[in-house]
């Protein structure tokens, strides 16, 4: 009746599990039971839960990035201290069969659900509002790909509580992730919890290059995007390119657990190396896809603050489409060491140095950006300094893990892991803290607070050095990656520096979340009521914080580069607005539960697979289906909010510009 | 970074040229870049203000030249160190390697000596000053083989042969290690690497030849159970063919852990 699945498969032995277990689902529960009993549940399922607004969706995303960056740091935490604490005769609190799902979980966790939702969060909530449209191009298919991601994570954390997640790193590489060496269910809930997403994340793919493609406002042509939108097309295209590898890799090794195939296995013929040369196919290129979007963001940061346009912007673009196709053609590089021989070695080891050039280019072109400008160093611009000083830095330890000769003695060290935190850390998650610092004000009308702002940057760039430097080190002393426990003490010193770092990491942490509290509670002080809170330069400061659903009463009609700062320096010159438009009706679409509908089904089958209950995941299956159906045969499909309504929230936003300009012209009039 | 051989040495002159290449570089665009960011501060009113620069195309083809000039360069050692330090390619030497066989176990190292029909587990023992040729396998799931003192590494896979060509100059003694995760008992998968002057080796050999059990497909068979034994041992009489035999596939591979529940059990720590 329940496949594999019996009480057995509880960890009720072992306190670390449970406890957060028990932990979580007290929160979970805690959490309903307030929506509930305050009677908020009608608000968030109609407002939120169905939604397929792109602006809700993205804040939905970044929210399940931000859990799971939570949870994938205490994985973090855990590594750390029982590296610290295993050294010599030692055996440390974590035995490796529970070590080992905890690297693997925080491998996982932190690329597939965590950074993804971030990036792709950030992409949904911005990309249109600076496009100048209403929203993406298939907005149900944008709330089934949001909840089709949040299935996945739900399937990870399910793990923690109910069997076991995978042992084989973030990467299972067969043969070790075959049923003769693993034959748990870790294995299976890692591929069916990525598997789901990875569909979710395809349907963006298709999703955001379509909106790109076709939906831009009149006069938006390619060349006048804002780099953002630039960089969230080069992703998408890459999602669309290689998660289908992903997907079909996957599937070829779940069919060699479930159904016996030899695809990778050691014998009948099957090869361990296609696995790895596919998944790196797949793999690579995803790094590009989260840090192609943190250049956007950087792009958005470095002239806002400087009060300038981005220099060389068609060298960006040019850049930006170089790294997407030059990002195919080095995966060989994570191995070097499978003894692929010097021909083939050479050319991905100077492939892979080629993408430095991409990105260097990137570099200086953020410096000339702030050449000749007025720089204000807020918060998001602290980050966005911060991050040029470690990407160079991290970009240069992967130039050197490029070269082969280099790789034969720092492949899988700690090297290497210092060298892609250095990168990951210092330029997709300081992109992201920067974007969530600069948009906030957008999303929800408040700024947050500056000075635990600050307080978080210093922490987070100074905790990043103490606790990778000491890696860097110890990765050239030939300590190699994932270890549970250490044989040699001299060892010790720098893994007890790089705790402190963590610590300091937690304080920074720390810093965020008391920010967002402090933020919240002083929300009416930090209250942005123009709209434009940064001096920005894009369309989608050109909308009232928080934008109404509609984003734009009327499509704007976009004249050049930098559309919202050419219809501001115009308005300042003429010391008016443009004329009132005419007010139309604006459809919208409604909102669906399929996404959750399908996501749900999707936990469900992906659970029933993983425990091999049969019957249950053809009912997941047909349910899944059957809400798609239910969906196409829907009558209507839109709502139509009157021209009354959106004069009249545009009368508010023109009323709000009308402030600034009449602010300006009397501290214009003032004596210097 | 304390090389004890010329793959090692080679290793690391490469980190150490490039590495300074490359800080050559690196090193002027942080200062710039927060001079930049110091200069252009919106409270210094004294720097000039150019709200519309936002092109030149000598700054854009210096800073695209930049980085293709440094990568032009860094090909070339790429280039020259791929071929020179490729693990495949043997050592320049006027004396014979010494052919060791590696079989990586779950979790321990199996070395065969086909030539002086020895083999040991945990604990390989070189003639200093002269090369070694490994010819390195897995019986079961990927690790890589790696010396760090002695250089490069390189992955041992099940149903392959890889090649490595290492050589310590001097006596002494190393540490070895898997460079790849593959299991619960990865983290202590060990070997000593003991380097000894060329009577002292050979010296070693005949004190092994003969004494202790004889490694045949049976003995092997038994070492390829899951373990975490880490003690080293020695072999007086090797199968001839046996590493053959294990990287053909006729000698059956590890048998892996057994399920239950959909947890794995792992054998306790010390069972054989």
């Known amino acids: 009746m329940f496949g594999k699945l019996s009480w057995a498969a509880v960890p009720l032995h072992e306190p670390i599990p449970m406890i957060t277990s028990v932990v979580v689902i007290l929160i979970l529960l805690g959490v309903i039971g307030w929506v509930v009993a305050k009677g908020h549940w009608r608000y968030i399922w109609d407002e939120w839960i169905t939604s397929v607004d792109h602006k809700r969706i993205g804040i939905m995303y970044i929210l399940l990035g931000a859990v799971m960056l939570v949870r994938g740091f205490a994985d973090a935490i855990m590594m750390r201290t029982q590296q610290a604490a295993a050294i010599g005769e030692s055996a440390g609190y974590l035995p490796p069969e529970h070590y080992n799902q905890i690297f693997s979980a925080h491998g996982t966790i932190m690329i597939f659900f965590a950074a993804m939702p971030l990036v792709i969060g950030m992409m949904n909530y911005v990309m249109p509002l600076q496009l100048g449209v209403r929203d993406v191009a298939f907005p149900t298919l944008n709330s089934v790909g949001f909840w089709l991601t949040a299935a996945g994570a739900l399937l990870v954390n399910i793990s923690l509580f109910v069997g076991e997640f995978a042992r084989t790193g973030w990467l299972p590489y067969p043969p070790l992730s075959e049923t003769t060496y693993t034959p748990g269910v870790g294995v299976d809930y890692y591929l069916w919890a990525v598997q789901i997403s990875g569909i979710g994340t395809l349907m963006t793919g298709v999703n955001l290059v379509t909106t790109v493609l076709k939906m831009r406002a009149p006069g938006m042509s390619y060349l006048r995007m804002p780099m953002f939108c630039w960089t969230t097309l080069a992703s998408n295209l890459l999602i669309i390119a290689v998660f289908p590898i992903l997907t079909a890799t996957l599937a070829m090794l779940t069919l060699d657990r479930y159904f016996g195939f030899h695809f990778f296995t050691n014998e009948a013929g099957g090869n361990q190396m296609m696995f790895v040369n596919l998944i790196w196919a797949w793999g690579h290129p995803e790094v590009y896809i989260l840090v192609l979007p943190a250049f956007g963001i950087f792009s958005e940061i470095f002239s806002t603050f400087s009060g300038k346009p981005l220099f060389g912007y068609r060298s960006m673009v040019a850049a930006t489409l170089f790294i997407v196709v030059v990002s195919c053609m080095v995966w060989l590089h994570h191995f070097f060491t499978m003894g692929a021989g010097p021909a083939v070695n050479t050319f991905f080891g100077i492939a892979s140095s080629v993408i430095a050039v991409g990105t260097g280019v990137k570099i200086y072109n953020w410096i000339f950006t702030m050449y000749g400008g007025r720089v204000r160093f807020e918060v998001p611009m602290l980050w966005s300094m911060g991050f040029l000083v470690t990407f160079v830095i991290g970009g240069m330890t992967g130039v050197l893990l490029a070269i082969p000769p280099a790789d034969f003695v720092t492949h899988n060290s700690m090297f290497l892991v210092a060298h892609f935190h250095n990168v990951i850390l210092g330029g997709v998650v300081f992109a992201l803290f920067a974007a969530i610092e600069y948009w906030f004000p957008k999303a929800f009308g408040f700024r947050l607070h500056p000075g635990w702002g600050k307080a978080a940057f210093w922490f987070a760039f100074i905790g990043f050095w103490v606790t990778f430097t000491p890696l860097y080190i110890l990765g050239l002393q030939g300590m190699t990656r994932r270890l549970q426990h250490i044989n040699y003490p001299e060892w010790a010193p720098m893994l007890y520096l790089s705790v402190f770092g963590v610590a300091i990491l937690v304080v920074g942490a720390a810093c965020q979340v008391i920010q967002l509290v402090v933020s919240i509670r002083d929300r009416d002080k930090l209250r942005d009521v123009t709209g434009d809170p940064w001096d920005g330069r894009s369309m989608e400061w050109a909308t009232p914080s928080p934008p109404p659903m509609f984003n734009f009463a009327v499509i704007p009609n976009v004249e050049g580069e930098e559309a919202y700062w050419g219809i501001k320096t115009r308005a300042i010159e003429t010391q008016r607005l443009g004329p009132e438009p005419v007010y139309k009706p604006i459809h919208m679409p409604l909102n669906s539960p399929v996404g959750v509908i399908t996501a749900f089904f999707a936990s469900v089958t992906g659970f029933a697979l993983i425990w091999h209950i049969w019957w249950l995941v053809i009912l997941g299956l047909v349910c899944a289906f059957a809400g798609f159906v239910w969906f196409a045969w829907r009558d209507i499909h839109e709502f139509e909010i009157p021209a009354e309504e959106v004069a009249r929230i545009d009368r508010a936003r023109r009323a709000a510009r009308r402030a600034i300009l009449e602010r300006l012209a009397r501290e214009q009039g003032k004596p210097a | ?272």
Not at chain 2, 173 to 179: A, D, L, P, Y
């Open chain 2, 1 to 272: 970074m304390d090389p004890k051989g010329p793959v090692g040495q080679g290793n690391r002159q490469i980190i150490v040229d490039a590495t300074l290449i490359m800080l050559f570089i690196v090193v002027p665009t942080i200062l710039l870049a927060l001079w930049m960011g110091w200069r252009y501060r919106a409270s210094n009113t004294k720097a000039e203000y150019l709200p519309y620069w936002s092109f030149s195309g000598r700054i854009e083809a210096v800073v695209w030249a930049i980085p293709i000039l440094v990568i032009m360069f860094l090909s070339g050692e790429i280039w020259i160190g791929s071929h020179k330090l490729d693990p495949f390619r043997p050592l320049e030497s006027d004396q014979k390697p010494v052919e060791v066989q590696v079989v990586s176990l779950d979790w321990r190292w199996l070395f065969i000596y086909p030539e002086e029909g020895v083999a040991s587990v945990n604990e390989l023992v070189i003639p200093a000053g002269r090369p070694v040729h490994f010819s390195i396998t897995s019986s079961s799931v990927m690790n890589t083989f790696f010396v760090p003192q002695l250089g490069s590494m390189i992955y041992a896979m099940n149903g392959m042969v890889s090649q490595l060509h290492l050589q310590a100059d001097q006596p002494g003694e190393f540490r070895g290690i898997s460079g790849q995760f593959s299991g619960d008992g990865f983290s202590d998968m060990t070997f000593k690497v003991r380097s000894l002057p060329a009577d002292q080796y050979a010296g070693w050999v005949s004190a092994t030849r003969g004494a202790g059990p004889v490694l045949d497909q049976t003995a092997y068979a038994g070492l390829t159970h899951q373990s975490r034994d880490t003690r080293p041992f020695t072999f007086g009489a090797v199968q001839p063919d046996l590493f053959n035999a294990i990287a053909t596939r006729q000698a059956p591979p590890g048998p892996g852990p057994v399920a239950q529940y959909g947890r794995e059990t792992t054998p306790a720590s010390g069972e054989n």
